[in-house]
């Protein structure tokens, strides 16, 4: 009965098939296989024929598939039956109505008692459904048959087969096997050859249950068949390395600058006269922030650099830019201005992710760029974007940056977006963190200087059209010889970058002229701002006589305010920029309305160094540089400024096109008086004094406290007395107002931490984590907790404009010790002038770690703040270098070991 039911089925489906749809047999055939399958079935049923004439020759009762043929029929059984089991064909793949599964399984029940009796057969009722050996012998073998094998697009499941076969082979056909298989349901050799190892190896090999069970289902299927149609379609970024390109060089995400042996064009994967892949930078940047050596990074930078030397030149300015995180030179001020906020946004958008989702990951790791690029490697996309260029990234960046208007920032996202959605590999990471305005790979502009120096030193960028480039003009050099040649170069950078500090200008002359060029064609010229002179601090008059024995020095007051260089171009337009090149013009319109009263008419052009001061013009006096901080720091309104300014001039640098920075200070000075007049309460000459008395020195110093100022300047008057710039030369000496022996000078620090106040300071912050600026690597070291010299209206104040400055978690870049760490920590954002006692040793503190005492920083002893400064950015704080030359300029430490080389470097 249970067999009749089978056969039922399969003969009815068939009846009901050609009943539902068209009598064509040959659209019948199409359908019950399915268009992808038709060729497919048509081999196999057309082996399964070939396969049986075979059969009914063969007579060799010995043979294996004869021999297992009686037993097979029992396992045939449970085959039939798993597929009876297993859900309908979807009507997706075999083309059936969508009611067709549920007819069907009407059959079923009505033929065989319930589902359950058709799906799982007894012992008994599997023994008559043995079937021939012919039957078997096709159903064996074609499993194994090369055509089947073959098939080029989807192959049938097994069950779908024996459908196709039954349905192709006569009724009488299937009589015939069912009486064959009765007659050797007894059989004792089909017993014997049952408990055979060689029968259970035939047995996994035909076609197990659960092998039938996983093939024939159809959720399965369909799923497997979605993925392989959008895999066509679609492409997972890889998270490995790369895969080779049709040049037979790489997609990039092994380039590798860090080489030994680096050779600047074998081992670039892009060719001669193609533009830079943004990748190859990315990847540079990836192994520098993967180096702990400054040197090591400078020389894996440096192989960059060569590599676009060679075979693109035209991206190394944009490749300098990126590497700074700058879009153009700092004193035209373009920043992208881009929230992290919306970047998060962007990045959601863009990948599908939720905005939570990628706001905890930010938290958790701290870097929003990792996030990007983690979010990005999952993602899959229909079609790949163009791959970025160095000079379309920095050209799409600066594009973001110029963008304004009310739909700016709707603008901004649809451009971050497209820009993401195009990323590979580790390009995702850096682009996010140059929008975010935090490169931080470890490497400042000093160091990029030294790098691009020794890539100019090996590869000479000007070689014009060498038939064998120069890859290496070092190699032939003594380590000695090298490593002068490299300093040379370094220094002409330096040099010109001070006193042209704009890429836009470097970059072509060095590619074009060389190295040799520079000097001559990036002169110092008015418009582009210079690197200040500073000065070196001291501690006492004695000190400055020590220094200054034997020379002619001026004293002049050192004032309270800000650092003003006014340019005068020759076509009447006036720019006036901060101690760090930021363009302070608009903050300024009085001082430019009112700068023809001041200047003679011999003055062409010009550049002066002054110093912006509030001045009360009742009492005609200086005031404190708090009131100075108050005035508008961007389009300010002449008629609106309540706070009034004097310029006091002290140098001039440039007049009538001619720089005057190699002439001693006491012609620069005579040129200053004669082309410049003074204005009683708007231009002044700065108050000074010529004496190497010290009584003299000391009651001008007091005169100058009086006169609310910090101390004075000292300064040679003709030997060594030319203007050095962007050095802290000892050239001249600050003498500051003695408010704490021993130390004689304050400290510039970055607030990055605040504790909870108690008692009375409950409410408000009660102390706060200050750090110095490593410039080195890129990194604020701790160097003190401070709690005093705040009034309750300073820590009502700090408590406010910090609130909105709290992250969650330390930056990756602040250096501290987890028992101070703070109840907040804050994103560095302000600078506060500091004062202390003296400066110790630290096994705590890192400031200056590794330079003074190789497991040791340095720390403040009774630090106490003074005020905040307005007038500079957090990179401009007291470095690290600063901070363990003023620990060896203490007396104590003096007496201890003796004289030491400053660690203080000339430049920066």
């Known amino acids: 009965m249970a067999q009749k039911s089978i056969l039922s089925f399969f003969t009815k489906s068939n009846v009901k098939k050609s009943t539902d749809d068209e009598p064509s047999s040959d659209k019948t055939k199409v359908e019950l296989n399915g268009a992808e399958g038709k060729e497919d079935n048509n081999n196999a049923v057309s082996a399964a024929k070939k396969l049986k004439k075979e059969d009914l020759k063969s007579s060799d009762e010995d043979s294996p598939i004869k021999r297992t ?44 008692g319930s589902e359950e009796e058709g799906s799982k057969p007894t012992e008994k009722e599997t023994a008559p459904k043995v079937e021939s050996p012919k039957k078997e012998t096709s159903k064996t073998d074609k499993k194994a048959s090369p055509t089947s094998s073959s098939s080029s697009k989807k192959k049938p499941s097994a069950s779908a087969s024996k459908v196709k076969e039954e349905k192709k082979t006569p009724k009488t056909s299937n009589k015939k096997s069912a009486t064959t298989s009765k007659g050797k349901k007894d059989s004792p050799k089909v017993k014997e050859e049952e408990k055979s190892p060689e029968k259970k190896e035939i047995k996994q090999e035909v076609s197990p249950k659960k092998e039938v069970k996983q093939e024939s289902s159809p959720k399965k299927d369909v799923k497997d068949k979605g993925a392989n149609v959008m895999s066509f379609f679609t492409k997972k970024e890889p998270a490995g390395s790369g895969t080779s390109s049709a040049g037979g060089k790489s997609d990039g995400a092994d380039y590798n600058p860090g080489l030994k042996n680096y050779h600047p064009i074998k081992d670039a994967f892009w060719k001669k006269g193609d533009k ?101 490697s999952s993602q899959r996309m229909m079609f790949r974007p163009a791959a970025h260029t160095v000079e379309g990234v920095f050209g799409k960046l600066r594009e973001i940056a110029k963008m304004t208007g009310t739909a700016a920032m709707a603008k901004k996202m649809d451009k971050i977006q497209s820009m993401f959605v195009a990323c590979r590999h580790s390009e995702a990471r850096f ?58 170069i370094a220094l002409i950078l330096k040099t010109v970058f001070c006193q042209c500090p704009n890429y836009n200008q470097i970059i072509p002359v060095l590619l074009e002229q060389g190295v040799d060029k520079l000097m001559e064609m990036c002169p110092m010229m008015p418009g582009t701002p210079l690197k200040p002179m500073l000065a070196h601090p001291t501690k006492g008059v004695h000190e400055v006589l020590e220094r200054f024995g034997g020379i002619d020095f001026t004293c002049e007051w050192k004032y309270d305010g800000e650092r003003a260089q006014i340019h005068i171009l020759e076509d009447g337009t006036v720019n006036i920029y901060s101690r760090n090149q930021e363009n302070n013009t608009t903050k300024y319109p009085d001082i430019i309305n009112r700068l023809d009263r001041t200047q003679k008419e011999t003055v062409k052009s010009a550049i002066l160094d002054c110093e912006a001061v509030a001045w009360d013009t009742e009492k005609k006096q200086i005031l404190p540089f708090q009131i100075l901080s108050t ?90 007395a030319t203007y050095e710039i962007a050095k802290r030369s000892r050239n001249w000496l600050k003498l500051k107002k003695d408010y704490l022996s021993g130390v004689g000078d304050s400290l510039d620090l ?62 990756g870049y602040y250096r501290y010790d987890s028992s101070h760490e703070p109840d907040d920590w804050f994103e560095p954002a302000q600078v506060w002038e500091v004062l202390c006692a003296d400066l110790s040793l630290s096994p705590v503190h890192r400031a200056a770690h590794g330079i003074i005492d190789g497991e040791k920083g340095i720390s403040l002893r009774f630090p106490r703040f003074i005020k905040i400064r307005d007038d500079k950015g957090v990179t401009d704080a007291t470095s690290a270098k600063q901070v363990a030359s003023m620990y060896l300029n203490q007396d104590q430490i003096k007496n201890q070991q003796g004289n030491q080389r400053d660690p203080e470097e000339d430049f920066y």
Not at 751 to 767: L, N, S
Request: net charge neutral; glycine share 8%.
């Open 69 to 112: 043929a009686a037993t097979n029929g029992s396992r045939k059984s449970k085959s039939m039956a798993a597929f009876d089991s297993s859900p309908s064909p979807s009507p997706q793949k075999n083309q059936q109505p969508k009611d067709g599964s549920s007819s069907v399984k009407r059959r079923r029940l009505a033929s065989s």
């Open 276 to 376: 830079v892949p943004y990748l190859a930078l990315a990847r540079t940047f990836q192994i520098i922030e993967e180096t702990s050596g400054r040197l090591r990074m400078m020389e894996i930078l440096s192989n960059y650099f060569r590599s676009v030397i060679l075979l693109s030149p035209n991206d190394l300015l944009p490749s300098v830019y990126l590497s700074l995180n700058q879009l153009a030179p700092t004193y035209e001020g373009m920043e992208l201005g881009i929230a992290e906020h919306t970047l998060m946004k962007a990045i959601a958008q863009s990948t599908g992710r939720s905005l939570g989702q990628i706001k905890t990951d930010a938290q958790n790791t701290g870097d929003l760029g990792l996030v990007a690029e983690q979010s990005k």
């Open 431 to 488: 682009i996010i963190r140059s929008l975010a305005g935090k490169l931080r790979i470890g490497l400042a502009e000093q160091s990029l200087l030294q790098a691009l120096a020794q890539a100019c030193a090996m590869t000479p960028p000007n070689q014009g059209d060498l038939k064998e480039p120069i890859i290496n003009s070092l190699s032939k050099c003594s380590e000695a010889s090298a490593k002068s040649k490299m300093e040379e």
């Open 631 to 720: 005035r508008k720091r961007k389009d300010a309104q002449e008629d609106e400024i309540k706070v009034q300014v004097c310029v006091f001039m002290f140098d001039l640098l440039y007049l009538n096109g001619s720089p005057l920075v190699e002439k001693p200070f006491l012609e620069r000075r005579e040129l200053l008086y004669k082309h410049f007049r003074e204005i009683e309460g708007e231009w002044k000459y700065a108050t000074r004094l010529d004496t190497s008395d010290i009584d003299e020195l000391q009651r001008f110093l007091e005169e100058a406290v009086k006169g609310n100022c910090e101390g004075l300047m000292v300064k040679t008057l003709m030997k060594e």
């Open 750 to 811: 970055v607030v990055i931490g605040g504790y909870k106040g108690k008692g009375k300071r409950t409410g408000t912050y009660g102390g706060f984590l200050l750090a110095c600026y490593d410039e080195d690597n890129e990194e604020y070291q701790s160097i003190c907790k401070i709690g005093t010299g705040f009034s309750d209206e300073d820590l009502q104040q700090h408590t406010y404009f910090f609130k909105d400055k709290t992250i969650p978690r330390a930056k």
